[in-house]
């Protein structure tokens, strides 16, 4: 197995980390890699469990539901890094890929 390396287009080299996770504690349901991601990777879902003594929740009433972004398809992210550049909490996980040699 070999890391999948890649080059600019001026020729300097570049290593694309491609997401391998999202934090959904830490997430605010903003929105804003969802919107930047140009392939389709994230989507936006009901957070399931909200921690009742958290403060972050204090201003949701019990009719409300908390959003937050998901991980749809990671096998079409491309390591552009652009979801995390916009991210306010820092969210999103990265790592090499790897690709056996052919």
Request: hydrophobic share 30%; aromatic share 8%.
């Amino acid at each position: 197995m070999t890391t999948i390396k890649g080059y600019t287009r001026g020729g300097t080299p570049w290593d694309p980390q491609f997401i391998d996770a999202l934090n959904a504690s830490s997430c605010i349901g903003c929105g804003r890699c969802f919107k930047v991601c140009s392939r389709d990777v994230f989507d936006l879902i009901e957070k399931e469990e909200l921690e009742e003594d958290d403060d972050l929740y204090d201003d949701y009433d019990d009719d409300q539901v908390m959003m937050v972004m998901a991980i749809k398809d990671s096998l079409d992210c491309i390591g552009c890094g652009s979801c995390a550049k916009v991210c306010p909490k820092n969210c999103h996980s990265f790592e090499p890929s790897t690709q056996q040699s052919k």
